[in-house]
């Protein structure tokens, strides 16, 4: 009979050595025959000849045809249900019906008995378990789901025998699979064994991350082009290999294996399989980092690609590097979300996962990604745990300072670390002895805090400025902070708005005219400087220039639109009065109430009363100070100042103030 024929042939092929198109053909084959098939003896045949078949498993043998040893048995049980429902109205003169769902899936675990090594059982039940899963038939994969853990376990109970080829092919059957299991089954997974495994094929292994070792490949294969620019050809070796790995089952199948290496974190029960797993994720993070500064393309800056890479670099071969690197980055904070659960107060652990974090940073904050939910609870988690421990905060602070301090670094990944020191350590500073925060964090911060025309370094800038005013702004750093902060006040005018955005002028000017206001210790010592640094900024605004500040991210409700110079200044100086002393507010009132009407852009004049009209009444003040406003803004004629200016003093009409007042 034909299906017997074809039996026969299709074992005798199976014995002999084929090519890599030929196997994939077998494997077709082997599908459309296990659904015919109407002899469980047969069934139970051709299964233990595929599991032994000098043509599937000689050394040419790859991932791809490990799935598609998983796809034969998905295949082969879809198609036998769907035979087995039609059956059900039975036609004249039908073709021989083909076994029933039980019996053949009993044929074929029987074929699976001595399979060796033990995981190519786990490659055949992962299938059936797909297949009978997907239409439906919950009673009958039930029992295979039992089978499944029971081949899972021991296979890695057993071991390999050494086949790293094996190990991937386990993994990648209980991620097919994973989904399917009940909570019970998944659970009953011994995940101390199984995370191990997991972690060495994906990022570990040739066929899967390899450690980020494509990164130094790529060096090779770039050149310089006619037009002086970096290029990294698509038919360069590096670039097809890192086409043949991004689309191998490991790193395609990316999501669903973190998902379930994060599975195996929350389950694993030794606490020495949670210490390697984080070493391994150290390990993978440091190499990723490493191998990406012998890479030329680490040379060029975000800001800066489109002037030294080639067209073809930037929408061909680069994007699909940063998808490779966002996939590998995106894998490792899931696990590691996964992991901070098993890490309360343990803060060798939380250190070590902020240095992880660290090293792929260069990733992050290439791709917008550190604002993330999953990557920020992973890095303020463990801050958290650290915060508790000054002396790990110190010692780990101490590792991720640069090398070289004093100079603004050339090479964008220093710069890309630095700034993730700043940041950082802005977490650690009040916890932190005065003279370890100056000498630790101070010193590095210094470099970036004096003005620069290269907007690529504006991060960092902002950064250094940032950590700085929280220096300054610790109760017991108040020493400090009344013998550096003039010098700062004069380096953060310098600085902008040459090197900081509107909206971290607006954040150091209300933090320092808060740290030199009354109840600080600073303003005891220098009782004028506030009201001398909001003089400094009535000056400026009289000279600022009136032309929109380009080239700066929109952050804040106050950068929907570009903002000018004299604007900003503005808007900081509204944004400092709720932490005057009552003395002081009364007397900048008024005067913040005329430079609103020196902004020549009546559309930016709007937007600066209509903030001072929200300082005033949405709560931002306390009570003597909401009372004091209220007074001025009512019987003072500070409603006419802000609605008018100088030119009106006196409402002309109830109605139009009225008007005008609501459009605030």
Known sequence: MPIEKSLTTLLRVLQSSSSQQDISSLLGSAARLLALLSNPSNV?????????????????????????????????????????????????????????????????VKGTQGASPRARQVLVLSGLLQGFQSRGRNGLSTRLQDDLLISVNLSLRNGTSGSHIIDRALVIAVSHVFDFLDMRARHTLDHDLLLPTLIEAVFFSEDGIHQGYFLGTIDADVSEAADRKFDWSARSTSYLQLQSTASGPLVADLGRLSRLAAFSAENARESKTLIRLLQDLFELSRSLCVQWRQNKLSEVDKSEETLFLADDTLRKTLPLLWRVLRSSMFSVVIILTAYTGQILIVPSSAVQMLKVLQNLYFISSHLGTDTLSQYSFVYLAAIDIVSQYPMFAEALLGELRPDKIGVVPQHPLDRCLDIYFLNTAEHFISILDTEVADNLVASAALPYLGANDERRSLEAFEAAHSVTLAILAVPHNNDLAASRIETY???????????????????????????TSPPSLVSAQRPLLSSALLEIVRVRIGSASAQPLANFSKNGEFDAQPMSEQAVLVIALIHSLPFLQL?????WLPVAARLCHLIQDPVLRHVCKHRFWDVLSNGEMDLDRAALCANWWNTGKGRELVLYGEEKTTPGSPINDGLEASRL
């Not at 035979?83 to 004249?92: A, I, M, N």
């Not at 003395?583 to 007397?587: H, P, S, T």
């Open 489 to 515: 006040i004069n380096v953060l005018f310098e600085a902008f708005p040459q090197s900081l955005s509107p909206r971290q002028f607006r954040l150091a000017l209300t933090q320092l005219v808060r740290i």
């Open 44 to 108: 139970t045949l051709l299964t233990s000849q595929i599991l032994a078949a000098p043509a599937i498993w000689g050394p040419s043998t790859n991932l791809q045809i490990i799935v598609g040893v998983i796809t034969i048995f998905r295949s082969a049980s879809y198609h036998l249900l769907r035979l087995h429902e039609v059956s059900h109205t039975p036609k004249p003169l039908e073709a021989p019906r083909s076994l029933g769902p039980e019996e053949w899936a009993t044929a074929i």
């Open 583 to 587: 003395d002081v507010l009364e007397d």
